[in-house]
Every structure is written in structure tokens, then in C-alpha cells.
């Protein structure tokens, strides 16, 4: 399986190759879908990471998904957890969403 890559990387691959050659019709629904949501750039996404990456808990994957989505409450946080099936505890989560509030 590939690695998974940031919604801001896709955005900006996607407008380079839009750039050089008409997309196919799947890579510009892609292409808005990554406009529409991705919340950062890229220097800003990769910086993000290497700080959620440096929390005990998180794996690249899930910093990734974390740095896509942005969440602001336990709840977001739980979620993206969730497929995971890792439990944090409050302080966990407290100190990831510190992380990704410097962000916003």
C-alpha cells in the first residue's frame, strides 16, 4: 500500500499536472475537492506533522489525517482515532489539539 500524502500535496500535484495538460475528469473533481478542504500549504502541513509525529501517540498516518481535517474538539479527535482503536485519555487529546490550534 502506498503512503498516504496530505491533502495540501495533492492540491499542489494537482495543479502543477493541471498546469502542464487538461486533467481527466476524476483528477479534477479530485483536484477541487483538495482546493475546497485543504486548510494549509504544504511548508505549513509538513511542519504540523513533524509536530503531531512527535507526540508519543501518533503515527505518521494519522498525523496526516489529523493535519488534513484540523479538528477542534475531543470528539473530531476520537474519531479519527477510532479506526485506530487506540483509547486516548484526556490529556492526550488536550495536547494534540493545543498542537493543531497553532495552526487554525
Given at each position: 500500500m502506498?503512503?498516504?500524502v496530505p491533502l495540501a500535496e495533492v492540491?499542489?500535484?494537482?495543479?502543477?499536472?493541471?498546469?502542464?495538460?487538461?486533467?481527466p475528469r476524476e483528477a479534477t473533481?479530485?483536484?477541487?475537492?483538495?482546493?475546497?478542504?485543504?486548510h494549509l500549504d504544504v511548508p505549513e502541513t509538513e511542519k504540523l506533522i513533524a509536530e503531531?509525529?512527535?507526540l508519543p501517540f501518533v503515527d505518521?498516518?494519522?498525523a496526516i489525517r489529523?493535519?488534513?481535517?484540523?479538528?477542534?474538539?475531543?470528539?473530531?479527535?476520537?474519531?479519527?482515532?477510532?479506526?485506530?482503536?487506540?483509547?486516548l485519555d484526556e490529556a492526550q487529546i488536550t495536547s494534540l489539539l493545543e498542537v493543531?490550534?497553532?495552526y487554525r
Open positions: 502506498p503512503d498516504p492540491k499542489r500535484l494537482l495543479a502543477e499536472e493541471a498546469a502542464r495538460r487538461t486533467l473533481l479530485a483536484q477541487q475537492h483538495a482546493e475546497l478542504f485543504a503531531l509525529k512527535a505518521a498516518a494519522t489529523v493535519a488534513d481535517v484540523l479538528p477542534q474538539y475531543p470528539e473530531e479527535v476520537r474519531l479519527l482515532f477510532s479506526r485506530e482503536r487506540v483509547v493543531v490550534a497553532h
